[in-house]
T-cell receptor
Framework: NAGVTQTPKFQVLKTGQSMTLQCAQDMNHNSMYWYRQDPGMGLRLIYYSASEGTTDKGEVPNGYNVSRLNKREFSLRLESAAPSQTSVYFC???????????????FGEGSWLTVV | GQQVMQIPQYQHVQEGEDFTTYCNSSTTLSNIQWYKQRPGGHPVFLIQLVKSGEVKKQKRLTFQFGEAKKNSSLHITATQTTDVGTYFCAGYAGNNRKLIWGLGTSLAVNP
């Protein structure tokens, strides 16, 4: 049982390049999230998907797109990377909200992205 | 918008000293969760509080949820070097679909 798996763990991009961060969970969770974490800024929600087939913008969606490919997978795409997108990205998932611990969020190990 | 303020931003203690971090929400929360992130790691769920005035303990950690369900605290008794990390509070409000995160308190412990 791997939990939440995200790839790649590290990536260096040049300004203007595109890339996709992949995320998969094996806990049969409905909700999936993409966060970015920057020093002093905490965790900021980029996009989330409450269920398969739906996606919604979070606090900082500009410059990103997402795809909820199926219940397991939720990818984050940077179409034209900018230095401001240098950050640590976390994928996360959550089960049924009425159940404990199903209400908690499980995070992947993070993807360190540098845009030069 | 809905906000969760967390203080202090940083705390540096000597091993054995106590530590407390506080969360204050601008809106009533249906529940509050606490997460710990070790340096270089990812946030890991610690506990969830749901009831007004609830207090829960995990060994040296004591979590409280305020009577008005707008504030919460995490208290660590006799800190150890293994307590090093950033502690986040996060609360569900309204329709329970998104967590509102505090900015975290980074704890450093001198051995």
């Amino acid at each position: 049982n791997a939990g939440v798996t995200q790839t790649p763990k590290f990536q260096v991009l040049k300004t203007g390049q595109s890339m996709t961060l992949q995320c998969a969970q094996d806990m049969n969770h409905n909700s999936m999230y993409w966060y970015r974490q920057d020093p002093g800024m905490g965790l900021r929600l980029i996009y989330y998907s409450a269920s398969e087939g739906t996606t919604d913008k979070g606090e900082v969606p500009n410059g990103y797109n997402v795809s909820r490919l199926n219940k397991r997978e939720f990818s984050l795409r940077l179409e034209s990377a900018a230095p401001s997108q240098t950050s640590v990205y976390f994928c996360a998932s959550r089960g049924l909200r009425t159940l404990i611990p199903g209400n908690t969020i499980y995070f992947g190990e993070g993807s360190w992205l540098t845009v030069v | 918008g809905q906000q969760v303020m967390q203080i202090p931003q940083y705390q540096h203690v000597q091993e054995g000293e106590d530590f407390t971090t506080y969360c204050n929400s601008s809106t009533t929360l249906s529940n509050i969760q606490w997460y710990k992130q070790r340096p270089g790691g990812h946030p890991v769920f610690l506990i969830q509080l749901v009831k007004s005035g609830e207090v829960k303990k995990q060994k040296r950690l004591t979590f409280q949820f305020g009577e008005a369900k707008k504030n919460s605290s995490l208290h660590i008794t006799a800190t150890q070097t293994t307590d090093v990390g950033t502690y986040f509070c996060a609360g569900y409000a309204g329709n329970n679909r998104k967590l509102i995160w505090g900015l975290g308190t980074s704890l450093a412990v001198n051995p």
